[in-house]
């Protein structure tokens, strides 16, 4: 059964860095690819960005350009989102999912959630001082 479950999260200082962990299992990430998203309180989820199969990736957000970049192991079944330059903005729960296509779904205008599944549990990033 595929799981992925993300790591990482944290209380950080306005202007730092974190990095999310992506631990995948039940299936080969080699053939996968790999999108973040997330949620803010009373806000609805939005995607962040994809990891296609050739670790390029797709963003979601134009305010994460720049700032984000995701990257993979696959020999340890891991996908890593990193964070730079971290606005109270970007406080909220990071969820990383995997494409049911073999390839990062182009967005019109924002990425369709339905063609995502095996959602993990999420992981909270709170950046305040």
């Known amino acids: 059964q595929a799981q992925l479950v993300e790591s990482g999260g944290g209380l950080v200082q306005p202007g730092g860095s974190l990095r999310l962990s992506c631990v995948t299992s039940?299936?080969?990430?080699?053939?996968?690819?790999i999108g973040w998203f997330r949620q803010a309180p009373g806000k609805e989820r939005e995607g962040v960005l994809c990891?296609?199969?050739?670790?390029?990736?797709?963003y979601y957000l134009d305010s994460v350009k720049g700032r984000f970049t995701s990257s993979r192991d696959n020999a340890r079944n891991t996908v890593y989102l990193q964070m730079t330059n971290l606005k109270p903005e970007d406080s909220a729960v990071y969820y990383c999912?995997?494409?049911?296509?073999?390839?990062?779904?182009?967005?019109?205008?924002?990425?369709?959630?339905?063609?995502?599944?095996?959602w993990g549990p999420g992981t909270q990033v709170t950046v305040s001082s």
């Open positions: 999912a995997r494409s049911k296509v073999p390839f990062c779904p182009v967005p019109d205008p924002v990425p369709d959630e339905s063609r995502f599944g095996n």
């Open positions: 039940g299936f080969t990430l080699d053939y996968a690819a």
């Open positions: 990891l296609s199969r050739s670790a390029s990736s797709t």
